[in-house]
């Protein structure tokens, strides 16, 4: 059988444009879906002239226009979105129910891979308003591809090491503090850091594997999961200097939402959920799911001393 053909839908975006690098490293048949609404955003237009030149194939299309939508997944077997969710930047995570509508009239759609990527949806029924929006969401647009019985994988990807690890877990900042840092409780709970680029080659992985075939699958590779504290002693090894540290207990890290905005109490809810419940790592992966590192054991995976070295 020959590579899947991929379509990538917000191949612009932070993980976007390396999920299409990472097809196209695999050798899959790459398209990207060109939206009509990119007007002057030449930034964009270039980037996807770039990846043209690689050897991905352009569609144009619209959300605004069904029609265009179906023809695009007409012609490819996967379809990977992967658009924002992120309250600061964009949040879009209804709009796939656009693209649902269209893979379900196409009708020739192996695997669906929504836009996920982060902490399980599935398992944070009990998250915190407001920010329990983004996982609302993400399991209405489940609802919707399992209704209409669309083969699909969930790819839980954990934390971003370029917003959670360069920055040590601080708010507010993507650079690591030079004197001084918050400890959220105790400093010991467990998460997981990824590389971007390994999160692309791990879900490029999963689309054509039977194993991953309606299932979620976790990126948890052993030596990227780290307390807070462990994160911050490795960039203190690797920078020799020893920052200050105040512990913030959960009863003041949730006064702080109290007041605060909507973007700001949705990052906190998720900052709560990750460092005080340990929400990425207080579970066993089951049956409806499978571990990325164990399936691919060939993928030679950042480890967070070669992220956070970066920025020295």
């Known amino acids: 059988m020959g590579k899947s053909r991929v379509l990538v839908v917000g191949g612009t975006g932070y993980i976007g444009k390396r999920i299409v690098k990472a097809s196209l490293a695999e050798g899959h048949p790459t398209y990207i879906l060109r939206r009509k609404e990119i ?39 996967v379809v990977i979105c992967t658009m924002s969710g992120v309250h600061f930047r964009s949040h879009n995570l209804l709009m796939q129910l656009k693209l649902v509508d269209a893979i379900k009239e196409a009708g020739n759609v192996k695997r669906l891979l929504p836009s996920e990527f982060g902490i399980d949806a599935a398992r944070m029924e009990h998250a915190l308003e407001p920010g329990r929006v983004t996982f609302d969401e993400k399991m209405i647009v489940r609802r919707e591809i399992q209704e209409a019985q669309i083969p699909y994988t969930y790819v839980s990807a954990n934390c971003f090491a370029g917003y959670f690890a360069g920055n ?16 959220y409780g105790h400093g010991n709970v467990k998460a997981i850091y990824m590389d971007e680029d390994d999160i ?50 959960e009863e003041e890290f ?28 207080n579970f066993e992966i089951g049956e409806d799911g499978e571990e ?4 691919y054991p060939e993928v030679q995976y950042t480890r967070m001393h070669e992220y956070l070295s970066r920025y020295l």
């Not at 990325?292 to 399936?295: D, E, G, N, P, T």
């Open 39 to 77: 007007g002057l955003d030449i930034d964009k237009l270039q980037m996807l002239l770039e990846f043209k030149r690689q050897g991905a194939r352009l569609i144009e299309g619209s959300f605004s226009d069904h029609r265009s939508l179906v023809e695009a997944v007409k012609q490819v077997d």
């Open 168 to 183: 040590l877990a601080q708010m507010e900042t993507l650079l690591p503090p030079k004197d001084k840092l918050f400890i």
């Open 200 to 249: 692309a080659t791990y879900t490029i992985k999963t689309i054509d594997d039977p194993r991953t075939l309606n299932k979620t699958v976790y990126l948890r590779p052993s030596e990227n999961i780290l307390t807070q504290r462990e994160l911050v002693e490795i960039w203190e090894k690797l920078s020799g200097n020893t920052l200050e540290k105040i512990t913030i207990s």
């Open 254 to 281: 949730l006064a702080q939402m109290k007041g605060g905005d909507f973007v700001m109490q949705v990052g906190l809810g998720h900052f709560y959920h990750i460092f005080y419940e340990g929400c990425l790592t």
């Open 292 to 295: 990325a590192s164990i399936l």
